[in-house]
């Protein structure tokens, strides 16, 4: 099946989070793609923000895995792939937001063993939050129907990192071959030991839109595996707000135009309503 996209989401205690990634990925993409949610919680509360959030998302073809134990992670990874039908995924966050529209089958007609097709990236990230630098843009290529190509060898800090979790599009089956000679435990070790095969991909040239599709807000860190840059706005904080029956207004979010593939903003909340399908 090469007309749409299969993603692997993962979340822990932002449920809030979330729900704004599942509702960019209804007003802002077509066709619907084909998800699997790993999700996990440490409380009770959070794990009642996300029982209520897996009753607003019923209705759609979203499959919800709950991991119990860290030693699930992998396990449920590779379950995944092996649902998986597409010839293309990606994998996604739950920080992540998709701000821009997009029709996934304009962006899926490469061949994944010469190129990397990035959601996040466009001409705009002139900064690396991660490094917290500022970055070159390299030298583009206009492919057509609004598609650039670069070089990822000749790349620049987020230009140079072809394996990501965040909206970078691979090969199902190579993808999944690769998981299954490594071992992970969570997001960040994942695409931390993803990247013994970065010499693999980087030789390969990477495709995005002039505008960033995808955006991730690294307004908080639920991890622990890595001491990444992050806000201020706590996880907690947006579940007490969760709890008030709101919600992030993505209307807010959507259409900016951001220096870095990583960007904090302010969140703005609204009453929280039924899902339009």
């Given at each position: 099946?090469?007309?749409?996209v ?6 822990m ?10 509702t960019s990925?209804i007003?802002?993409?077509?066709p ?10 440490t ?16 209705k ?21 792939f ?14 992540d ?5 997009i ?9 994944p ?13 002139t ?6 630098c ?6 583009f ?13 000749k ?12 909206e ?5 089956k190579?993808?999944?071959e690769m ?10 070790p ?7 095969y970065?010499k693999?991909?980087?030789s ?9 599709v ?6 908080n860190r ?11 706005i706590?996880?907690?904080f947006?579940?007490s707000?969760?709890q008030?029956?709101?919600q992030?207004?993505?209307?807010k979010?959507?259409g900016?135009?951001?220096e870095?593939a ?5 969140f703005?909340?609204i ?7």
């Amino acid at each position: 099946m090469n007309d749409n996209v299969s993603i692997i989401v993962y979340s822990m205690n932002r449920a809030m989070q979330l729900h704004l990634f599942l509702t960019s990925i209804i007003e802002k993409t077509k066709p619907m793609p084909y998800m699997y949610i790993i999700y996990r919680t440490t409380d009770e509360a959070h794990e009642q923000s996300y029982n209520e959030l897996l009753s607003i998302w019923a209705k759609y073809p979203i499959k919800f895995i709950k991991q119990n134990y860290i030693s699930e992670f992998r396990p449920y990874t590779l379950e995944c792939f092996d649902s998986i039908k597409t010839d293309k995924m990606f994998f996604a966050c739950d920080d992540d937001v998709f701000i821009n529209d997009i029709d996934f089958r304009t962006c899926l007609n490469f061949n994944p063993s010469e190129y990397i097709f990035t959601l996040r990236l466009g001409t705009c990230l002139t900064k690396c939050y991660t490094r917290q630098c500022d970055q070159k843009l390299p030298l583009f290529k206009d492919e057509g129907n609004g598609i650039l190509s670069w070089e990822w060898s000749k790349g620049d800090c987020n230009w140079n990192y072809p394996l990501s979790v965040n909206e970078f599009i691979f090969s199902t089956k190579e993808i999944k071959e690769m998981l299954n000679n490594i071992m992970f435990t969570a997001p960040n070790p994942l695409e931390a030991t993803m990247q013994k095969y970065f010499k693999d991909f980087v030789s390969r040239k990477g495709l995005c839109f002039n505008l960033p599709v995808a955006l991730n807000l690294p307004v908080n860190r639920v991890q622990t595996a890595n001491n990444n840059v992050c806000g201020h706005i706590h996880q907690d904080f947006l579940l007490s707000k969760w709890q008030e029956g709101l919600q992030i207004d993505g209307s807010k979010i959507y259409g900016i135009v951001p220096e870095s593939a990583h960007q904090e903003i302010d969140f703005s909340f609204i009453k929280r309503g039924q899902i339009d399908g």
